[in-house]
Nanobody
Framework: QVQLAESGGGLVQAGDSLRLTCTASRRFYTSAVVAWFRQAPGKEREFVALTRSFSRTTYADAVKGRFTISALTGSNTIYLQMNNLKPEDTAVYYC???????????????WGQGTQVTVSS
């Protein structure tokens, strides 16, 4: 089973940018679905973005136009570029892997340990 590790989180100010990286223990299969979720204190884990087959992408409405998920075909790395960050983006961000498409956390069977993103106003 693939293992995932996130990096790139930190403390930034509103309007700043961050790039998160999800590194897998092996190359992702071409058919893989890799997603980013986030969880703020006291809230449920929520979908942020996903990429399917290294090309098709889906975004949550809250991040459309600000976040971009990307990867090189056949690589073991997925990125989440986050621009124009807002205080409400503050959360622990998780990378997740699945063999099938899904927007809820239950669809994913492999998770990283998470990386904290804090956006100050």
């Amino acid at each position: 089973q693939v293992q995932l590790a996130e990096s790139g989180g930190g403390l930034v100010q509103a309007g700043d940018s961050l790039r998160l990286t999800c590194t897998a223990s092996r190359r992702f299969y071409t058919s893989a679905v890799v997603a980013w979720f986030r969880q703020a204190p006291g809230k449920e884990r929520e979908f942020v973005a996903l990429t399917r087959s290294f090309s098709r992408t889906t975004y949550a409405d809250a991040v459309k136009g600000r976040f971009t998920i990307s990867a090189l075909t056949g690589s073991n790395t997925i990125y989440l570029q986050m621009n124009n960050l807002k205080p409400e983006d503050t959360a622990v961000y998780y990378c997740a892997h699945s063999s099938s498409y899904g927007l809820n956390a239950q669809s994913y069977n492999t998770w990283g340990q998470g990386t904290q993103v804090t956006v100050s106003s």
